[in-house]
């Protein structure tokens, strides 16, 4: 594969052309340099100037690369999506796209897309033109389209492209879901053509072009043509997958029921009528307030990774000891174990440890990417024990994952420190319990710290790094790069009771003891939060966290606050009646099976003798409990629960509340939402509240002097 000419830019940000000796061409996307390949305007321009070459030079077919195994493309530059304010100058920009695109799919020659590394959105759309795709089995290889995720859709062709390739049905599946393929994935759905090993990718892609009738292609199954081809098939898509975009959005995201329709629209009147649609929708969606929203959360995750950049070769080798195989450290092994980390999981009774170890082999048959054989390498790298481990000596992390009562956390620590090295890195899973106490009693405590997952940790994004008193920056930095290494988001958050997420919601939780305690119906109170976009309401959360668990929460908040965070033990008296909810199948709900409905018994248990309100506006409901959110977290904002008071701690705050509290996406998170509504207005309906309801509603005073001043939340109130 020697070089024969070459032509094109071969500085960082733009494409370059290779002509092998056998007559074929090799675009690479990017210099050997460039970690990260965008389709900038820049490079999209260097590709055109390649083709235009082509055309005058024409190849026996084209290659498309990545300048590394490691990197293809991670699509398009989310800073021109984040910068569009006029619907027309997205639309153009979609219409330049699909021309590009459509030069390269009408090319008179093989076209292959030699794909490792990532290729996401804009980059799948372009490989969606070439007439062969491969992938290699490289670990950081995958393919999709996650525009969805950005409250826009695939608008350089990917909605008319992608269901004449592999089929409706599952083009939809793709889409809609905003899905990101690994190799075997995609090879099945026939996205790709081929699984390459990487080191022969270019070689095969190579011997393709030269020999095209060498490759067997996937075709369209009959069932597939039909659903895709014909009028009733479609019909039948398309009411399925309206019917599953209800259910999973609640009507709240435009973007996939636009995605839909751009899809039929193709089929029905043409590629290019299609496009055409696709481009103007995806101006339309670009500037909607629910796609900014959704770039906004997309830039903070990317912030979020970068808190434990310096710190990255430093977990490249985990070994861990985790302590606990309850529900939360079978969860932290199980999710480290995956991510290529050795654990030893240690608990007192080998039931304990069966109970764990079923736990992680459930979890991971989920996992529909992994193959049987990749499942055991991750059960291989977990150690069950109820004893020391001779392993334990090369042990560089602790985590403890025990009940969350403070002497029990602080004893199994201080054994385990017995085991390790004095500089090993000491880390709790509490939620609430203080880190700098725990650490109190351990050797070196800068380098205790607070390492915070939510149930179940299989699911939850977030891992919330709690500073203790003697926490070093070395030791955040660490567990911050751990948890980008896992697949989560890393925020960092001061050493006060309840921490940033679990002392926000409470204030939430407690607002909806207050409104069953007023009359209003269980089902009601949830409607109320589930109708502004949480994905479940108040009530239904506290089933599922545990009420035993919610009770201890709230003495350790009142504890640490006093009366301000004072409310209905409605949780506790539930306890005492045995209903710890979801867990022993009743609590404010009754669950059989997969089935549970508000318990008729409620009211009665609970002593609640006020009328029962029916409710015809959700309106003053929804108020009351997003307010509460709003005003614990301007108060956790002004005292530097994440970080001193900036835009960086007001970020903090929104991935947060999205990521560990559910908060609605499509909102940009909390704060967000409190500057859509403004201080002014906030201020307003919080002292509304107040005087109907008392002192818990009393405005934060940071949103008292915002509102004097016109300043936003994430502006310092001073």
């Known amino acids: 594969m020697a070089t024969k000419t070459s032509t094109g830019q071969t500085q960082g940000g733009t494409a370059a052309l290779e002509m092998l000796e056998s007559g074929v061409a090799v675009v690479r996307l990017g210099h050997p340099d460039e970690k990260l390949i965008i389709l900038t305007a820049e490079r999209m321009t260097s590709i055109r100037t390649v083709l235009a070459y082509l055309k005058d030079n024409v190849p026996k077919g084209l290659i498309f690369v990545g300048p590394s195994a490691d990197m293809f493309t991670a699509g398009a530059d989310i800073n021109v999506i984040r910068d569009i304010k006029d619907a027309q100058v997205g639309e153009s920009l979609a219409v330049e796209g699909q021309k590009l695109f459509e030069q390269i799919a009408a090319l008179p020659y093989p076209t292959v897309a030699a794909i490792s590394g990532p290729c996401m959105g804009g980059g799948c759309e372009m490989v969606l033109a070439c007439k062969v795709r491969l992938i290699s089995d490289q670990k950081s290889s995958a393919i999709g389209l996650p525009e969805i995720k950005l409250g826009i859709l695939p608008g350089f062709g990917g909605t008319q492209r992608l269901p004449r390739l592999i089929g409706l049905p599952k083009a939809l599946d793709i889409i809609l879901a905003g899905k990101t393929l690994r190799p075997k994935q995609a090879l099945a759905v026939g996205l790709v053509d081929e699984i390459v090993a990487a080191h022969k990718l270019r070689e095969r892609a190579e011997a393709i072009v030269l020999e095209p009738a060498k490759l067997k292609r996937k075709k369209l199954g009959i069932v597939d043509r039909l659903l895709t081809y014909t009028a009733f098939g479609r019909r039948m898509v398309q009411k399925n997958a309206l019917a599953q975009v209800q259910n999973e959005t609640k009507g709240f995201y435009p973007a996939p029921p636009a995605a839909l329709e751009c899809a039929l629209y193709g089929l029905v009147h043409g590629v290019e009528e299609g496009q055409r649609r696709e481009a103007r929708e995806l101006g339309r969606l670009a500037v909607t307030s629910e796609?900014?929203?959704?770039?906004?959360?997309?830039?903070?995750?990317?912030?979020?990774?970068?808190?434990?950049?310096?710190?990255?070769?430093?977990?490249?080798?985990?070994?861990?000891?985790?302590?606990?195989?309850?529900?939360?450290?079978?969860?932290?092994?199980?999710?480290?174990?995956?991510?290529?980390?050795?654990?030893?999981?240690?608990?007192?009774?080998?039931?304990?440890?069966?109970?764990?170890?079923?736990?992680?082999?459930?979890?991971?048959?989920?996992?529909?990417?992994?193959?049987?054989?990749?499942?055991?390498?991750?059960?291989?790298?977990?150690?069950?024990?109820?004893?020391?481990?001779?392993?334990?000596?090369?042990?560089?992390?602790?985590?403890?994952?025990?009940?969350?009562?403070?002497?029990?956390?602080?004893?199994?620590?201080?054994?385990?420190?017995?085991?390790?090295?004095?500089?090993?890195?000491?880390?709790?899973?509490?939620?609430?319990?203080?880190?700098?106490?725990?650490?109190?009693?351990?050797?070196?405590?800068?380098?205790?710290?607070?390492?915070?997952?939510?149930?179940?940790?299989?699911?939850?994004?977030?891992?919330?790094?709690?500073?203790?008193?003697?926490?070093?920056?070395?030791?955040?930095?660490?567990?911050?790069?751990?948890?980008?290494?896992?697949?989560?988001?890393?925020?960092?958050?001061?050493?006060?009771?309840?921490?940033?997420?679990?002392?926000?919601?409470?204030?939430?939780?407690?607002?909806?003891?207050?409104?069953?305690?007023?009359?209003?119906?269980?089902?009601?109170?949830?409607?109320?939060?589930?109708?502004?976009?949480?994905?479940?309401?108040?009530?239904?959360?506290?089933?599922?966290?545990?009420?035993?668990?919610?009770?201890?929460?709230?003495?350790?908040?009142?504890?640490?606050?006093?009366?301000?965070?004072?409310?209905?033990?409605?949780?506790?008296?539930?306890?005492?009646?045995?209903?710890?909810?979801?867990?022993?199948?009743?609590?404010?709900?009754?669950?059989?099976?997969?089935?549970?409905?508000?318990?008729?018994?409620?009211?009665?248990?609970?002593?609640?003798?006020?009328?029962?309100?029916?409710?015809?506006?959700?309106?003053?409901?929804?108020?009351?409990?997003?307010?509460?959110?709003?005003?614990?977290?301007?108060?956790?904002?002004?005292?530097?629960?994440?970080?001193?008071?900036?835009?960086?701690?007001?970020?903090?705050?929104?991935?947060?509340?999205?990521?560990?509290?559910?908060?609605?996406?499509?909102?940009?998170?909390?704060?967000?939402?409190?500057?859509s509504l403004g201080a002014d207005r906030v201020l307003q309906l919080l002292t509304a509240l107040e005087k109907e309801h008392g002192s818990r509603f009393s405005p934060a005073p940071g949103i008292v002097s915002r509102a004097k001043k016109g300043k936003k939340f994430s502006e310092k109130s001073t």
Not at 459 to 487: H, Y
Not at 654 to 671: A, E, H, K, N, Y
């Open 291 to 675: 796609s900014k929203s959704l770039v906004k959360i997309f830039f903070l995750t990317e912030q979020a990774k970068s808190i434990g950049k310096s710190a990255r070769k430093a977990v490249e080798h985990i070994q861990a000891i985790v302590i606990g195989a309850g529900a939360m450290g079978a969860g932290i092994a199980g999710v480290l174990a995956k991510n290529e980390c050795s654990i030893v999981l240690k608990d007192t009774t080998d039931e304990a440890l069966q109970r764990g170890m079923k736990q992680v082999r459930e979890n991971l048959a989920k996992v529909k990417s992994l193959s049987e054989a990749e499942r055991s390498f991750v059960i291989n790298r977990i150690e069950a024990t109820t004893r020391d481990s001779s392993t334990s000596g090369n042990a560089n992390l602790v985590i403890e994952a025990v009940f969350e009562e403070l002497g029990a956390k602080k004893k199994v620590l201080s054994d385990a420190c017995k085991q390790v090295a004095p500089d090993v890195i000491i880390a709790t899973n509490t939620s609430s319990l203080s880190v700098t106490e725990i650490a109190s009693t351990i050797e070196n405590p800068d380098r205790v710290v607070g390492m915070h997952f939510f149930n179940p940790v299989e699911k939850m994004p977030l891992v919330e790094i709690v500073r203790g008193a003697q926490t070093s920056d070395r030791t955040v930095a660490v567990i911050a790069a751990l948890t980008t290494k896992i697949g989560k988001y890393p925020i960092v958050v001061s050493d006060v009771p309840g921490f940033l997420i679990n002392r926000t919601l409470f204030a939430y939780l407690r607002e909806a003891a207050y409104l069953l305690q007023d009359g209003y119906r269980i089902a009601d109170v949830d409607k109320a939060a589930t109708s502004f976009g949480m994905p479940m309401g108040p009530i239904r959360l506290l089933d599922e966290v545990g009420l035993d668990i919610a009770s201890h929460v709230s003495e350790t908040m009142i504890k640490g606050y006093g009366a301000r965070m004072q409310g209905p033990a409605l949780a506790a008296t539930l306890v005492a009646a045995g209903r710890k909810g979801k867990k022993n199948g009743a609590g404010f709900y009754d669950f059989q099976g997969k089935e549970s409905t508000p318990s008729p018994r409620i009211r009665a248990l609970l002593k609640i003798d006020k009328p029962e309100r029916s409710v015809t506006d959700l309106k003053p409901l929804t108020d009351r409990l997003i307010l509460s959110l709003i005003n614990e977290a301007v108060r956790c904002l002004d005292e530097g629960v994440a970080g001193a008071p900036s835009p960086e701690a007001a970020n903090q705050i929104d991935l947060g509340t999205v990521m560990g509290i559910g908060f609605p996406p499509f909102r940009g998170g909390l704060l967000h939402y409190a500057d």
